[in-house]
Structures are given as C-alpha cells and as structure tokens.
C-alpha cells in the first residue's frame, strides 16, 4: 500500500506525485540523477518532511523489487 505516492488524473496529468503536493516523483528522481542528495531536494521543497520523501523513494524501490503479477489466462491469447 502506497502512503508516499499517489496518482490523480486530475493532478499533473496523472503523474506519481509525492502525496499532498503536486511534485511529480519523476522530478525528485530527476534530481538525484544529477547529483543532489536528498537533504538538498528537501530543502527545495522545504514544506515537504524528509520522511515523506525517505518514503516516497521506498515506495519507489519496492515498486521495482516486486516480481510481475503473472496471469497464465492471458498469456494464453
């Protein structure tokens, strides 16, 4: 269950966004990629707690360490 991340088409075209502001993940991401440690994004985002996007980048992580659901119906098609 996701409590750092959510989507909403209605928010930022329905991008992952960190909860409860429009930061899309892909942008902190982004940020990381280019050097910046989290302390330093969280200073961007200073109303944002550093737990929250401690959370988020779990979220992330355990999104990606998680096998694919595999349906032996479909690949029957």
């Given at each position: 269950?996701?409590?750092?991340?959510?989507t909403?088409?209605?928010?930022?075209?329905?991008?992952?966004?960190?909860?409860?502001?429009?930061?899309?993940?892909?942008?902190?991401?982004?940020?990381?990629?280019?050097?910046?440690?989290?302390?330093?994004?969280?200073?961007?985002?200073?109303?944002?707690?550093?737990?929250?996007?401690?959370?988020?980048?779990?979220?992330?992580?355990?999104?990606y360490?998680?096998?694919?659901?595999?349906?032996?119906?479909?690949?029957?098609?």
């Amino acid at each position: 269950m996701k409590h750092y991340i959510t989507t909403n088409p209605d928010v930022m075209g329905g991008q992952p966004c960190i909860v409860g502001t429009r930061i899309p993940v892909s942008l902190i991401l982004t940020r990381l990629k280019q050097g910046h440690s989290l302390q330093e994004v969280q200073k961007i985002y200073h109303w944002v707690p550093l737990k929250t996007f401690e959370g988020a980048l779990d979220e992330v992580v355990q999104e990606y360490n998680e096998p694919a659901s595999y349906d032996p119906q479909s690949a029957q098609a």
